[in-house]
């Protein structure tokens, strides 16, 4: 399941896939005279980075290796399974090593438990894209990080994988002075801010006094 999500996002992103060898799906992309490469490869067994390389040079078609812009231009994206998120720190090692190796290709490890699967099932690209721009998906993630939602499952993959393009809605700014006078009357500080705004025009010494001052005030009231 999310490794034909990958394939849906690297069409998204103008990919055409060129060759499907076994595990591994070879992608090229052309926007005028810049050419990128990918290669969307399921790792059923963690390898060292020099065992990696060798298994996915061996299986690239010569179109690609030839071109002059391959060694430089190509990511290669790693789909890794785990029965459970937890056995992360069993491998951790290991997977940091090939997402370090500065060797051949730009690496990216993306794993994935049972209960993120789950969660997938039935969705497309296109609906993974949106979720991560649900407020509400977002505050339930926030209040339970550690469970498997539709939420944590589609921010690992824009995560994990930092060429794909995060969605975003047009908003009207507000100002940050507004914003500040907002949150420091919330906390009832209003006082206390309207002191420090005065800081330029009058020295540190005189600051302070003034805000031991309204201290003592409020503690007398």
């Known amino acids: 399941m999310i490794i034909e999500l990958i394939d849906e996002a690297l069409i998204a992103h103008q990919f055409v896939k060129e060759l499907e060898i076994n595990n591994t799906r070879f992608y090229k992309r052309e926007v005028g005279d810049a050419i990128r490469f990918a ?5 059923d067994e963690l390898s060292t980075p020099k065992e990696l390389n060798a298994t996915i040079i061996q299986s690239t078609p010569d179109n690609f290796t030839n071109a002059p812009s391959f060694k430089k231009n190509c990511d290669l994206i790693c ?8 056995e992360f720190k069993m491998h951790e090692e290991e997977i940091f090593a090939i997402e370090e190796d500065p060797y051949y290709f730009k690496k990216y490890v993306l794993y ?19 979720t991560i721009i649900s ?3 977002f505050n339930e993630y926030k209040a339970e990080p550690l469970t498997a939602t539709q939420y944590s499952a589609a921010a690992k993959i824009f995560i994990k994988l930092p060429f ?3 969605p975003f809605i047009k908003r009207d700014l507000v100002p940050l002075r507004l914003q500040t006078e907002g949150a420091v009357s919330e906390e009832g500080l209003a006082r206390t801010y309207e002191s420090i705004l005065k800081l330029s025009s009058t020295n540190v010494d005189d600051l302070i006094k003034e805000m031991i001052s309204d201290e003592l005030a409020n503690i007398q009231n």
């Open 39 to 43: 290669i969307l490869h399921k790792l």
């Open 79 to 86: 789909i890794h399974y785990l029965k459970q998120l937890s």
């Open 112 to 130: 994935y438990s049972d209960a993120e699967e789950k969660v997938l099932q039935g969705q497309t690209y296109e609906k993974i894209h949106a």
């Open 135 to 137: 407020k509400e998906l």
């Open 164 to 166: 794909l393009e995060l």
